[in-house]
C-alpha cells in the first residue's frame, strides 16, 4: 500500500528486485526494508529491530550487503536488491546458502534467517574458502537468539563448499 | 524430497532436517508482520513514559484530526471490553494482585505502559498522530529497587498498601521430607561448615528476534487473532475469561512465531488492546511492536537476591540448605508470574541428597516492566544459586569442585530417589555423564595449565567452571499444578487423523515458534504408524485446528505432547486393528501389526493400514457396528516431571590486569532421555547455552534512577553476537524417563541453565587465588576487574 494522497509527497522509484524492475510510489521516509514488505510483498525480508543492530533485514545492494532498516526506499532507485527470495533460482532450488542451512539445522525460528543467508551469500562471493576463524566473524554482525551460532558458522563453511561444486548458483545472486 | 525408499526402519533417533526450513529459508514465511487483510487499520501506542504516575487528562483531539487516523482510545473508551491481563498462578488465596487492566483508566505503574491508542490507515501515520496525544500526568512517588520494596517506604501500588504480592515456603520439616534447616545450621556452624552468600540474579530480556504483533479479524461470526504467542489456548482462555468474549466466539492462531524463551508465554496488553480496538471499530487491526517497545513492554525474566545458608560437615557432606528469595514481579503478576520462583523450589537441592531444607520465596511489586517466565523459569535461578554454592563449599573444605558434587549427589543405583523436596526423580546417571565429560574436557590437564599459571603468575589466569544440573521438565501433573494453586492442567492433547489417500494429518497442542515439532513430532508418528515421514503433515498453533492444547513452555511439547501422540497413535491402531481383521477375513485376535501393517499371524496375509483407511473412508467394507473412522484423540496428563540432568564444563581465561574474559572451551554432557532428533536436539542445546552465558557475561535490563529502561534497544542490552561464544563440544549420556513410552525427557531449557553457573564459577575459579569468592553477573571486564582489586573487601563481587 503506497501512502495516503494529499498526505506526503510521493516518489517514485524504480529499482531492481531479484533481477525484476519494479516501479513504486513511496513517501521519502519509507524505508526500504517496508518497502519490500509492504509495497512488494517480498515478506521474506524481516524487521527485528529497526536500528541496524540485529541485521535480520539485510538484503543485497548492487552485490553488497546493507541493513534495509537504515537504508530509504528512495536511496534504492535505480540499484539491483537481492532478497532472500532471490537466493535461490526459485523456490524449488535453493542457493548454497539455503541449502547448507537446512543441512547443517543453520535456523530454528527462521526470524533471523534471511539476514544470514543474504550477508553470507556476499561474504562467499569475496572469499568462497573462508577458514572457520573467518567464518565466524563474517556472521557476527547479526544477531540469532535460537542457535548460538555454531550450526551457522558450519552452515558458512558447508556453504562454501557447496558453491564451488556448482559455481554457477553463487555467481547467479550476485549478478 | 525423500523417497519411501529412504525411510530409515526406525525414524525415532534420526537426524532428520527440518521440514519447516524450506519455506522459513526461502522467505516464505507466516509471520504475523506478514498478514494484510482487506481494510485493515494500523495501530500504535502512546505509551507512558514515567514509571509511576496519575493520568490527569488524555486529550485526543488532535491526534484524531490527523491525517489517515479513523480514531484514538484511551482506556476509559474501550474499559467495557478491554479485559484484563490476569495471572493464572496467585500462590495463594492471600495474594495481593494488582488488576492489571491492558489499557490503565487512572494511573500506570511502568514506563512504557499503554495509556491510548492510534488506528490509522498505516503504521506510520498511526505512529505520527501517536505523538499527538497529550496526556498529562501527575507523576507518583516510584519504586525501583526490590530490596527497598521489601521496605515498603514507597509503594507500586498505593491502593494494595504493600508491595508485598506473596509469600510461599517449602519445608522439609513440615513436609515430612527431611529434617530441620535451622538445627542442621546450627550444628554445622559448632561442628562443620557454613557457606553464607547473597547472590544476583539480574534482570533480563528475553529478546526474542521476532517482534511481537498482532492481527484482530471481527468481521466473521468468530473474531480472529494472529499473534506472535507461544500460548494461542491459553490466550484464548484468558480473552474469554475477562473481556465477555464466549470462548466459542474467538479464535487465536499462531502463525510462524519468531522465538519465544518464555517472552511469549503471556497474555499481553497489546494483544488485548488490539482486539478491543477492532471490536470497536469492526474492522481488522494490525498492530507491530518496534523493539524498543519489545524492550519495554514484552515481560522480563529473573530479577531474584537470593540469600543463601549451606552447611555441610568438615568433610564437605551437605548437611542442610536455607534459601530466602527476594523476587521482583515487576508492576504486575504476569500470566505464570509470582509461580516462576515457586518453579525453582524443587531444584535448588539439585542432584543433591541432603537432610534438611528450607525454601522461601518473597514476592514484590515495583514499577518496573513486569517479570515472567524466561528460557528456565525459577530453575536456571535455583540451578546458579546450587552450583555456586557447591564450589564455594568445594574451596572452603579444599575438595575439588568434581569430588565435592560426587560426594553429595545421588548415586545412579539409588533412583528412583525421593529428594528432600519432595520430588521424585525417576531416573538418573550423574557419575556417567560427568565422566564423559571430564574425558572429553581434558580436566587434568587443565588443572595442570591452571596451576602452572597461577605458580608463573602469569597476567591471564585459567579458571574451571563445573555445573552439575537437573531440571525439572515436561510442565506438568495437573493434580500438582492444582494443589499448587495454578489456575489450568498441565496436559497435552493431540489428534490422528488418517486420510484417505494415505496421508496422515497430526493435530497437536503443543505450539512451536522454532522447536521443530513438525519434524520430530512427524518422526513419532511415522515409526508408531509405520508410514513414511514426509506423509507425515503436523498441525499446530490455531485453536480452531487443535482446538485442545496447553501449548509451548517448559520443555513441555515432547515429554507432555509427544506422549500424547503415541497414545493416539495407539487408538488409531485400535481401531484399524478390526477393520483389517475384517477385511483379511480373520480374528482381530490374530491380526498383529508391524512396520504400519496388519498381518494374520503366522501367514504372509497383510494390509497396510493405508488401505485400511482408504477402506474405511469409503466405508463399503466394514465390520458391523464399526465406525467409518480411524481417527483418535488422546490426551495425556503426566504422572510425574522429567529429569534431564547433565554435566557442563567451562574454561574460562581471564585477564586479571584488564578484567577482559575470554571462553577457552565448553562442553557438556546432557541427558535427556530419549533422542527423537539429535539433529534438533543439538541446536536446542546450543542456543540454550548461548542464553545462559548471555546471562553470565553480557545481559542485563538496567534503569535509571527514574524508572526509565535505559537499556531498550538491541544496542545497549547486547545479547551474545558469533563473536561472543565458540564452538561447545557436547555430547549425550541416555538414561530414559521412566513413565512415558518414548522415555524422553526435555531439551528446551538445559543449556541455559546449566551454562550459567558453569561459566560463572570459571570467571570466579580463575581469581579465587587472588581472593575473589564472587563477582555479580553479568561480569563484565569491569566488575571482573573490580572485584580482583577489591578483593576480601565488602565490595567483592566487582558490583561496586
Known amino acids: 500500500m503506497t501512502a495516503l494522497p494529499g498526505t506526503e509527497q510521493l516518489h517514485d522509484v524504480t529499482l531492481t528486485v531479484n533481477g525484476v524492475q519494479r516501479q513504486i510510489t513511496v513517501p521519502a521516509r519509507r524505508l526500504l526494508s517496508d518497502a519490500l514488505r509492504h509495497d512488494l510483498q517480498l515478506t521474506g525480508t524481516h524487521v527485528g529491530c529497526e536500528h541496524g543492530v540485529c541485521g535480520s533485514c539485510t538484503v543485497l545492494v548492487d552485490g553488497q550487503p546493507m541493513r534495509s532498516c537504515l537504508m530509504f526506499a528512495v536511496s534504492a532507485q535505480g540499484h539491483a536488491i537481492t532478497t532472500v527470495e532471490g537466493c535461490g533460482d526459485s523456490p524449488e532450488r535453493m542457493g548454497p546458502v539455503q541449502r547448507a542451512f537446512i543441512e547443517c539445522h543453520g535456523l530454528q525460528c527462521g526470524f533471523c534467517t534471511p539476514g544470514f543467508i543474504t550477508t553470507i551469500t556476499a561474504y562467499l562471493a569475496e572469499n568462497p574458502a573462508p577458514t572457520e576463524e573467518q567464518a565466524r566473524e563474517a556472521i557476527s554482525g547479526n544477531l540469532c537468539r535460537c542457535t548460538g551460532y555454531q550450526n551457522i558458522v558450519k552452515a558458512v563453511m558447508r556453504a562454501a563448499e557447496l558453491a564451488a561444486e556448482a559455481p554457477t548458483a553463487a555467481s547467479e545472486v550476485s549478478a | ?313 568438615k568433610d564437605g557432606t551437605v548437611t542442610g540448605l536455607k534459601v530466602d528469595l527476594l523476587a521482583d514481579l515487576g508492576a504486575y503478576a504476569a500470566l505464570v508470574g509470582g509461580g516462576v520462583p515457586v518453579l525453582g523450589a524443587w531444584m535448588f537441592n539439585a542432584i543433591y541428597k541432603f537432610p534438611a531444607y528450607r525454601f522461601t520465596t518473597s514476592n514484590y511489586y515495583t514499577n518496573k516492566t513486569w517479570v515472567d517466565a524466561y528460557r528456565g523459569a525459577g530453575r536456571p535461578e535455583a540451578t546458579y544459586a546450587i552450583e555456586r554454592l557447591m564450589d564455594e563449599l568445594a574451596a572452603e573444605v579444599g575438595v575439588d569442585a568434581i569430588a565435592i558434587r560426587e560426594k553429595n549427589w545421588i ?220 481417527d483418535a484423540d488422546a490426551t495425556f496428563d503426566p504422572d510425574n516431571f522429567s529429569f534431564p540432568h547433565g554435566t557442563h564444563l567451562c574454561a574460562m581465561e581471564v585477564d586479571t590486569e584488564t578484567g577482559a574474559t575470554r571462553m577457552r572451551s565448553y562442553v557438556c554432557v546432557d541427558d535427556i532421555g530419549t533422542v527423537i532428533n539429535p539433529l534438533i536436539v543439538e541446536g536446542q542445546v546450543h542456543g540454550g547455552l ?29 545479547i551474545p553476537s558469533a563473536a561472543d561464544l565458540i564452538n561447545f563440544v557436547t555430547d549425550r549420556t541416555t538414561t530414559p524417563a521412566t513413565y512415558t513410552s518414548l522415555g524422553t525427557k526435555g531439551v528446551g531449557e538445559a543449556g541455559t541453565i546449566a551454562s550459567t553457573p558453569a561459566v560463572v564459577n570459571a570467571v570466579v575459579d580463575a581469581v579465587r587465588h587472588l581472593g575473589v569468592n564472587d563477582i555479580v553477573m553479568p561480569c563484565t571486564p569491569e566488575r571482573v576487574w573490580k572485584a580482583i582489586q577489591h578483593a576480601g573487601s565488602a565490595a567483592n563481587g566487582g558490583a561496586q
Request: with cysteine; charged share 20%.
Open chain 2, 690 to 718: 548461548a542464553q545462559g552465558i548471555g546471562q553470565a557475561l553480557f545481559e542485563g535490563a538496567e534503569y535509571d534512577d527514574q524508572g526509565t529502561l535505559t537499556t531498550g534497544s538491541l544496542v545497549d542490552y547486547t
Open chain 2, 1 to 313: 524430497m525423500t523417497a519411501v525408499d529412504d525411510r530409515p526402519e526406525v525414524e525415532i533417533g534420526q537426524a532428520r532436517r527440518r521440514k519447516e526450513d524450506h519455506r522459513l529459508i526461502t522467505g516464505r514465511t507466516r509471520w504475523t508482520d506478514n498478514i494484510q487483510l482487506p481494510g485493515m487499520l494500523h495501530l500504535a501506542m502512546v505509551r507512558s513514559p514515567f514509571a509511576h504516575a496519575t493520568i490527569t487528562s488524555i486529550d485526543t483531539s488532535e491526534a484524531a484530526a490527523a491525517p489517515g487516523v479513523i480514531a484514538v482510545f484511551t482506556g476509559k473508551d474501550i474499559a467495557d471490553i478491554q479485559g484484563v491481563n490476569i495471572t493464572a498462578w496467585p500462590l495463594s488465596a492471600n495474594q495481593k494482585t494488582p488488576t492489571h487492566l491492558p489499557v490503565p483508566l487512572e494511573r500506570v505503574s511502568h514506563a512504557g505502559e499503554i495509556v491510548a491508542i492510534v488506528a490509522a490507515r498505516s503504521a506510520a501515520l498511526a505512529r505520527d498522530a501517536a505523538e499527538l496525544v497529550d496526556v498529562d500526568y501527575d507523576e507518583l512517588p516510584a519504586v525501583l529497587d526490590l530490596k527497598e520494596a521489601a521496605t515498603d517506604a514507597v509503594l507500586a501500588h498505593p491502593d494494595l498498601g504493600t508491595n508485598k504480592s506473596d509469600v510461599w515456603t517449602l519445608d522439609s520439616a513440615a513436609a515430612g521430607t527431611g529434617g530441620d534447616v535451622d538445627e542442621a545450621i546450627a550444628k554445622a556452624r559448632e561442628t562443620g561448615v557454613v557457606i553464607e552468600r547473597e547472590y544476583r540474579q539480574q534482570r533480563l530480556i528475553p529478546a526474542f528476534m521476532e517482534p511481537r504483533s498482532t492481527v484482530v479479524d471481527p468481521t466473521g461470526e468468530q473474531v480472529v487473532m494472529w499473534t506472535a504467542t507461544q500460548v494461542p489456548h491459553v490466550l484464548r482462555f484468558c480473552i474469554a475469561a475477562t473481556t465477555g468474549l464466549p470462548e466459542s466466539k474467538i479464535r487465536v492462531i499462531a502463525p510462524d512465531v519468531g522465538g519465544g524463551f518464555g517472552g511469549k508465554l503471556q497474555s499481553t496488553p497489546e494483544e488485548f488492546a488490539t482486539l478491543a480496538v477492532a471490536r470497536k471499530l469492526g474492522r481488522p487491526c494490525k498492530y507491530t511492536e518496534t523493539r524498543s517497545e519489545t524492550m519495554v513492554s514484552g515481560h522480563h525474566g529473573r530479577d531474584q537476591w537470593q540469600r543463601l545458608t549451606l552447611c555441610a560437615t
Open chain 2, 411 to 630: 548415586k545412579h543405583d539409588e533412583f528412583p530417589f525421593t529428594t528432600v523436596a519432595g520430588m521424585t526423580y525417576d531416573s538418573g546417571n550423574y557419575e556417567a555423564a560427568t565422566e564423559r565429560a571430564l574425558e572429553l574436557f581434558g580436566y587434568d590437564a587443565l588443572r595442570a595449565e591452571q596451576a602452572q599459571r597461577r605458580a608463573s603468575g602469569d597476567p591471564v589466569q585459567l579458571g574451571i567452571g563445573v555445573s552439575t544440573f537437573t531440571e525439572m521438565c515436561g510442565l506438568a501433573p495437573s493434580r500438582i499444578l492444582g494443589a499448587l494453586n495454578y489456575g489450568a492442567g498441565g496436559w497435552e492433547n493431540a489428534s490422528i487423523r488418517m486420510l484417505s489417500t494415505g496421508t496422515v494429518e497430526v493435530l497437536t497442542g503443543a505450539s512451536a515458534h522454532g522447536q521443530g515439532h513438525e519434524t520430530a513430532f512427524s518422526q513419532i508418528v511415522a515409526d508408531r504408524l509405520g508410514v513414511p515421514f514426509d506423509s507425515v503433515e503436523v498441525l499446530h498453533g490455531d485453536t480452531q485446528i487443535s482446538t485442545k492444547g496447553m501449548d509451548t513452555y517448559g520443555s513441555r511439547s515432547l515429554v507432555v505432547g509427544g506422549e500424547a501422540l503415541v497414545r493416539a497413535a495407539d487408538k488409531v491402531i485400535e481401531k484399524a486393528r478390526p477393520i483389517a481383521a475384517h477385511l483379511l477375513e480373520a480374528s482381530a485376535d490374530d491380526v498383529e501389526f508391524s512396520a504400519g501393517t496388519f498381518t494374520v499371524r503366522g501367514t504372509e496375509k497383510g494390509i497396510s493400514i493405508t488401505d485400511v483407511a482408504l477402506q474405511t473412508w469409503t466405508g463399503h467394507n466394514l465390520p458391523d457396528g464399526v465406525e467409518p473412522s480411524l
